[in-house]
């Protein structure tokens, strides 16, 4: 018997699967019916491994559910300028459905102009300030991906957030802000804790919290013992050597549903980026009226 | 010797008249620069009583601050498409800088796609998307008024939000999650409370802040024997009887620094909404870099 299989562990991977077959059976049937498959444009700026892999996989993962993408490999040396004409051209773009920057983009590049120039429409990825907005208020729009597969795995486990204390560790744009506000907008009480947050108050934070979102990008950050006996745990961090922002084991041993990593959050990140890349498509070739 | 004045007062009233008066002076001198005064429309959706006031009050405060107002009176029965056209002339009208949509507007009005109707850049109440996001991501652009009232009050007494635990109660568009996204931006780690928060829960995030901001709308709601003695208590809410969300007295006898109610944050308010329109009409008349 394992000392750390108290926790259900929540499969991110089997969800993301689901998610993943039901969006290739969407994307079939819109290909049938119109003609036309639906297209994710993915943007690269210059040669960054790691952001080489990442495109690489999700162009991988699109090809299998029917999802045609567009591929658009940019120099190193590429202004904002060119970058924003670059986005631009593609929001415009009948064909393209989806618009995916990778990112990092190199510092010299204003991220947030490069953003801005995705037509919220094909902003499947969840960056522009429209859909945070979106997020923020409950209004229709796109979420970002990894707060978005966040959702759904606590939905899949019947986790209602309502009337529940949630914490969130992280504040970035794309994954703690809009985490904590979708959080809110499901009627949690919702904490951010940060880099500025004391270590005593992340601890007391994180020991009052029924939910956990670990969103911070440092190694075994969320200690176990401040885990609340029963708590959900989603840790969205996957730092070297495959380890997430959670001390895993100690956590398991009190929480009462923990997502792995690898094989949690990841996994509904790429899922949740092709399913709404066919809500997109659906909506711009007009077969639905969501 | 009162028994209630353990609390150092914050002087909105007079915080707010010195802004006004700097306001003014900033309206003067773009007058006399460029010939043109700023301009503040104010739209006015039927006749509630209570919005007739509150307009005819800001119009008056224009005009002492010498910023022009232009009034807009709709009837009642107008319709969504009316006043977004309405709110678009206004956008697109060059001698028009900055928008005031009084609200709340009729039930039967779309009020966010009348707001989304607003330029950003004449967005001086605050209301639009893009203001929340700019807010949230501290990027430029205008705050929402009651938020940015508060945080001008903060920093007028000299309370640094970074590293210190917020609690903000309510979290309604224009004020709780707006000023929960400030706090959050200046390195608070902040709690959002609000209607789906257990009793206990609030009374325990309560005791735990440095900052409290109350924008509940309802009277007393905030005990006073939650307050964490030397916290420092903003109080956002204007209940019948000018009764704040916080119940005074007994928040007083433990508060490092309170908001009366009134003479705290409701004066703020207005004059960040002044100086914002001199700030729109400063940018859009082109005397400034900012």
């Given amino acids: 018997m394992s000392t750390t299989a108290e926790a259900r562990l929540m499969d991110g991977s089997g969800l993301a699967r689901r998610l993943v077959e039901e969006t290739a059976a969407r994307a079939a049937e819109l290909t049938r019916r119109t003609g036309k498959e639906p297209c994710l444009a993915t943007v690269l700026v210059g040669e960054d491994p790691a952001s080489v892999t990442y495109v ?14 567009r591929h658009v490999e940019l120099p190193a040396t590429t202004t904002t300028e060119e970058l924003v004409a670059a986005l631009r051209d593609l929001s415009d773009d009948p064909d393209v459905h989806g618009i995916l920057l990778q990112h990092p983009v190199g510092r010299h590049i204003d991220e947030r102009a490069a953003f801005e120039a995705i037509a919220p429409e094909k902003d499947v990825d969840g960056v522009t300030t429209s859909s945070f907005a979106s997020m ?6 796109f979420v970002s991906c990894t707060p978005g597969g966040i959702m759904r795995l606590l939905d899949a486990y019947d986790v209602d957030p309502a009337g529940k204390r949630a914490v969130v560790v992280g504040r970035s744009a794309i994954l703690g802000k809009p985490a904590g506000m979708l959080l809110l907008a499901r009627n949690a009480t919702v904490t951010y804790c940060h880099s500025h947050t004391p270590a005593a108050d992340l601890s ?78 659906e909506r711009q070739l007009g077969t639905t009226t969501a």
């Fill in 56 to 69: 690489r996989m999700k162009r991988a993962r699109c090809e299998k559910a029917g999802i045609r993408s």
């Fill in 136 to 141: 923020s208020f409950g209004l229709p729009g």
């Fill in 204 to 281: 007391a934070a994180v020991r009052e919290a029924d939910i956990v979102v670990a969103a911070v990008g440092r190694a075994r950050f969320i200690k176990g013992e401040d885990i609340k006996p029963g708590a959900v745990v989603i840790d969205a961090g996957y730092n070297e050597g495959n380890v997430g922002d959670v001390d895993f084991e100690p956590a398991a041993e009190r929480a009462g549903l923990i997502t792995p990593v690898p094989g949690g959050v990841g996994p509904m990140t790429i899922a949740t980026l092709l399913a709404q890349t066919v809500d997109a498509a």
